[in-house]
């Protein structure tokens, strides 16, 4: 590796909105605020809500219903 041309590689804070902090290494020069982090993500806190999908699937399944209809499976 060359000498001189590689950035400087120097450990930093993230600080999250929530107040949560931690040590990370970045070439970004000083500390990062970020508005989301993983204490307070709601994939990772448990307080995701999921999206009703059986009534997109009913739908999918009404709306292509005469489609598979038509189509058997072939019997070998």
């Keep these: 590796m060359k000498a001189g ?7 930093i ?4 909105a929530c107040g949560h902090s931690f040590k990370t ?3 970004h020069k000083g ?13 990772f806190t448990g307080k995701q ?8 699937i009913d739908r999918f399944e009404k709306k292509y219903k005469a489609s598979r209809v038509g189509k058997a499976a072939p019997t070998t």
Excluded at 13 to 16: A, G, K, P, Q
């Design 31 to 43: 500390d990062m605020r970020v508005e989301i982090c993983s204490s307070c993500h709601p994939f």
């Design 25 to 27: 290494r970045s070439t």
């Design 49 to 56: 809500k999921l999206m009703d999908t059986a009534g997109r």
């Design 13 to 16: 804070s993230v600080i999250c």
């Design 5 to 11: 041309i590689h950035p400087a590689y120097n450990e």
